[in-house]
């Protein structure tokens, strides 16, 4: 398992890893699963999928939404069959959600009724994440708590539960692991914050450069589906609708991605279970060979 923050360099890496042990890569990323969706997520290049086979990218449609469940069905039905042919496979990404449903598996939940979900989606995108976090302050003060309040997709998922139920989201959270019939080596990857933030910024300007604006606005007819409510695509699309200069709105993507990152290593960090190392170091993937 190779986890850690947007830009840190986690496909070079687990392509290494990978070569080395003659093996597939499985993306735990929630966007890269989107074939129309792939300046704006950092897709290994054509050049990278032709050094080593990747599954779970470019492999649904936009418009189907894909969840960490999903994922997780996906992702053991895969290994099952793959560790018929090898002894070992590389998970890679930074979507923490789909990491721990691959590990842990999810708690069952009841499901929340699409109307409210479409119309929380609708209200968020009009008045942003300031009233978010009021209305979940409000009606989950248990969720708001936990202090996951920057996050707009769970603080939506928590709202739109407690709406459809009356129980808070945390009441469900059981935080019984399931046993999985395979050994799971969790490897982190990190910069200092500087050097990453750094990396953040160049990527963006090279995404801009490599299309990302045209990518944007073909994608315009899906704008309001769930997966297009994303980092690099929220904010030109307001650019498009002209709320803001084209350099206002690339430097938010720069800032809400380094946001995002922040956010990423407080998830990773959580897990006592990761090993982390230096992405930049040389010799990370023999580091990394050796927890095995």
């Known amino acids: 398992m190779i986890a850690g923050p947007t830009a840190v360099g986690k496909t070079a890496v687990a392509i290494d890893l990978a070569r080395q042990l003659q093996t597939d890569i499985i993306s735990a990323d929630s966007r890269q699963c989107y074939k129309e969706m792939t300046i704006g997520t950092a897709k290994p290049t054509p050049g990278e999928l032709q050094k080593v086979k990747h599954y779970f990218v470019d492999e649904f449609p936009v418009t189907e939404q894909i969840s960490a469940a999903d994922f997780e069905i996906y992702a053991l039905k895969d290994l099952k069959e793959r560790f018929t042919r090898h002894n070992t496979a590389v998970v890679c990404g930074g979507t923490g959600l789909y990491i721990k449903a691959l590990c842990e598996g999810l708690d069952e939940m009841p499901a929340v009724d699409p109307a409210i979900v479409q119309q929380l989606d609708d209200e968020y995108r009009r008045q942003g994440i300031g009233w978010l976090q009021q209305a979940v302050q409000k009606e989950d003060p248990v969720f708001y708590n936990t202090g996951e309040v920057q996050n707009p997709a769970r603080m939506l998922r928590a709202l739109s539960f407690v709406r459809t139920t009356g129980e808070s989201i945390t009441s469900y959270r059981t935080q019984q692991k399931k ?11 990190e910069l200092p914050r500087e050097v990453l933030y750094e990396r953040i910024n160049q990527r963006v300007e090279i995404m801009m450069k490599q299309g990302l604006l045209d990518e944007v606005e073909k994608l315009q007819p899906y704008r309001h589906l769930k997966n297009l409510q994303t980092v690099g695509y929220a904010e030109l699309f307001d650019y498009i609708d002209g709320k803001c200069s084209l350099a206002a709105a690339v430097d938010k ?17 959580k897990d006592i279970e990761f090993t982390w190392f230096r ?9 990394i060979l050796s927890l095995g």
């Open 279 to 287: 992405s930049d170091d040389e010799a990370v993937v023999a580091k």
């Open 253 to 269: 993507i720069k800032q809400h991605t380094r946001n995002y990152a922040k956010r990423q290593m407080t998830w990773f960090k």
């Open 179 to 189: 046993i999985r019939p395979f050994r799971i080596i969790k490897a982190g990857l």
